[in-house]
């Protein structure tokens, strides 16, 4: 048998504990979780799916797995899937994510992240709810890692409403030096600031009405700043970065501003209860379509120097866990459709995609979407044994 090179879920995943009872083990844990990987990988969406494609690729797949009692039912990977530990199978899971990071040159040293933007965010799985159970639909808070586009860390809530709780869950598994965390206005709170200042990382928290008064004081902030000009009141150190993006039809600018001046981040922040706080941020974009004109304003609490053109970035990359995590979960692995409910399943499933999304975007060769990708997984086994080892530019 062909050894799975040390990213390969083979080797990372050995360790992971079998919730089954050692008589009723017919097959292996590897084995289940190596064919589920590769029919998610091409396609398929529900255990019936997984099964078939086994079946079908059965002779290939024996070409790296033992299968010593052939491919398990549909009903086997459902059950084992419901039982398996989430929180083993997340250890399993970073053990891989670093060792891939690391092996792509953008983690920094022992698989850390390293300096680029690390974005969490929550996305809930519309059909994952289960009446029967009372359980409503599950909720992920995941990281994703803007340079190197990886899926970097997952935690499940119970509701939105929890993120709060989950966010800090999440940032004590990963390994943050030197990366700037950025979290929507749900994650701007002093705790979570700080615990991202301890494990040696910056932050950009977006800032709402959930501090309505400190959001105030960041506003009245920037108009005050813009009443000072041309005047010979002072302007603190105001730096402004500007971005325009053309379109389909639309033309978007995007200003940012960012104050670092002591004075006013004392007037901000009073009580200095925000660590390590060295900017305000406030971006201002204006998008034209057509005759109609919309603009926006959003606020931001950093650790970052007040330097616009990188605070503009970081909040730019952060956008991309919608784009290209959350909206490629859904276009390309049709993840809200999913009606797999029972147990620990939808969250060991989701997992389980975000490490099909980590294979085929570490495809150097790769030069069609994700969605065409996957189809070609499908069609091709040696392209799809080249995407399951992990092969890297």
Not at 80 to 90: A, I, N, Q, S
Not at 132 to 150: I, T
Not at 197 to 206: H, M, P, R, S
Request: proline share 4%; hydrophobic share 40%; charged share 25%.
């Amino acid at each position: 048998m062909e050894r799975l090179p040390r990213t390969s879920i083979g080797e990372h995943f050995a360790t992971l504990a079998d919730p089954r009872v050692e008589r009723g083990r017919e097959h292996r844990l590897v084995d289940i979780l190596t064919i589920t990987l590769c029919a998610v990988i091409c396609g398929a969406d529900d255990w019936v799916a997984v099964a078939t494609f086994g079946e079908l690729k059965e002779e290939w797949l024996r070409t790296f797995l033992a299968l010593p009692n052939g491919i398990p039912s549909h009903d086997t990977f459902g059950r084992v899937f419901r039982l398996l530990d989430p929180d083993e199978l997340r250890r399993c899971f970073l053990e891989w994510v670093r060792a891939v990071v690391g092996e792509s040159g953008v983690g920094g040293e022992s698989g850390g992240l390293g300096p680029q933007v690390v974005a969490i965010d929550g996305k809930t799985l519309r059909r994952s709810h289960d009446r029967g159970a009372g359980k409503g639909p599950l909720h992920l808070v995941s990281a994703w890692a803007a340079a190197s586009g990886l899926v970097v860390g997952q935690v499940a809530t119970d509701a939105k409403s929890n993120e709060i709780t989950a966010i800090p869950a999440l940032l004590r598994l990963l390994a943050l030096e030197g990366a700037t965390v950025t979290i929507d206005a749900m994650g701007c709170q002093t705790a979570i600031a700080s615990q991202i200042v301890e494990q040696g990382a910056d932050y950009v928290l977006a800032l709402k009405g959930n501090h309505a008064n400190l959001h105030d004081r960041a506003r009245l902030a920037f108009l005050d700043v813009d009443a000072a000009r041309g005047t010979t009141l002072p302007l603190a150190d105001v730096v402004a970065h500007t971005t325009v993006e053309k379109g389909h039809g639309r033309i978007e600018q995007r200003r940012c501003r960012a104050i670092g001046d002591p004075g006013y981040l004392a007037y901000i922040d009073p009580d200095h209860a925000w660590p390590n706080l060295r900017s305000v941020v406030c971006i201002e974009s204006t998008r034209r379509i057509g005759d109609d004109v919309s603009t926006e304003i959003r606020h931001y609490l950093s650790s970052l120097p007040a330097d616009a053109k990188r605070l503009s970035q970081a909040v730019r990359s952060h956008w991309g866990v919608e784009n290209r995590l959350h909206w490629v979960l859904d276009l390309a692995f049709d993840e809200d459709s999913s009606r797999v409910r029972a147990d620990h399943a939808p969250e060991n499933l989701a997992l389980i995609r975000h490490i099909a999304l980590n294979l085929l975007r570490g495809d150097p060769t790769r030069r069609i979407g994700l969605k065409n990708s996957r189809f070609k997984a499908a069609l091709s086994d040696a392209y799809l044994r080249s995407v399951l080892l992990g092969v890297r530019a």
